[in-house]
């Protein structure tokens, strides 16, 4: 794979070109979103709920709120994109260059990984406003946030692989990505869970993404963030294993 390949650097700007036109869409309305669930938790549950010593709720909502939109536009990308391409007929313009599959799926995650990171980063600039936070660990922050929109974006191309149409790709975000970042402890830490929650948790992706991210702020968490870091990394390379080998089938690509 060479990520300084003309054909890689023209597909990374063109799926970075694609969300940026259209900003108001693609950045702002998450931001928006984001800033609406701050008003109304915070606003709420603000001195009714302490989740860490010390630790405002609206602090501790923050970093859930950034990491969700980083996570789940980070999806948007790269699967609205592929459905896209696949529905208009012109995804033949991508397979035929002489492209690696590496260097297709790079691409895309990468893109998704900017879109993600751009969100992301507007909702804390936002968000911060309201809360006091503080920085603990800093590098955690950083990874935590480019693995979890790495996977997403991963998770996006399989997706935008599989789907045949737009309706599938809503039901697979709508019931599986949605409720999965909401019960990975944006809103709430796990231990306020009744065990058997708490055990079904652990076995959630997402969680450990965001409670890593978390762990960067506040430098406390509901698990290790070495535990969080090495199994968002083996799950990101099983994820990203499976969308290069769909790519090298051609499964529902090539007809």
């Given amino acids: 794979m060479n990520l300084f390949s003309v ?23 998450p931001i928006l979103t984001a800033m609406l669930y701050l008003l109304i938790f915070g606003h709420v549950l603000e001195g009714r709920v302490e989740v860490y010593p010390g630790v405002s709720y609206t602090a501790f909502l923050v970093p859930g709120l950034v990491m969700m939109s980083v996570l789940q536009n980070a999806f948007a990308n790269s699967s609205s994109s592929l459905i896209q391409s696949k529905i208009t007929g012109n995804l033949v313009f991508i397979l035929l260059p002489p492209l690696s599959h590496w260097e297709i799926i790079s691409a895309y995650v990468l893109a998704s990984v900017t879109r993600g990171l751009v969100v992301g980063a507007g909702v804390f600039i936002i968000t911060a406003w309201f809360a006091d936070l503080s920085f603990v660990a800093p590098l955690w ?23 045949e149409k737009f309706d599938q790709l809503a039901a697979f975000q709508n019931f599986l990505i949605v409720p999965a970042t909401f019960l990975a402890g944006v809103f709430y830490s796990i231990h306020s869970l009744p065990p058997f929650w708490q055990a079904v948790s652990h076995f959630n992706p997402f969680f450990y993404m965001i409670d890593g991210f978390r762990h960067g702020f506040f430098g406390v968490s509901d698990v290790s963030p070495w535990t969080s870091l090495g199994i968002v990394l083996v799950f990101f390379a099983v994820l990203a294993a499976f969308a290069v080998n769909l790519l090298q089938r051609g499964y529902k690509l090539r007809h």
């Fill in 141 to 163: 922050i950083i990874v935590f946030a480019l693995i979890g929109a790495a996977i997403l974006g991963t998770l996006g191309v399989i997706c935008g692989i599989w789907a």
């Fill in 7 to 29: 054909g890689f650097q023209t597909l990374l700007y063109k799926e970075t070109l694609r969300f940026w036109k259209v900003a108001t869409q693609t950045i702002a309305a």
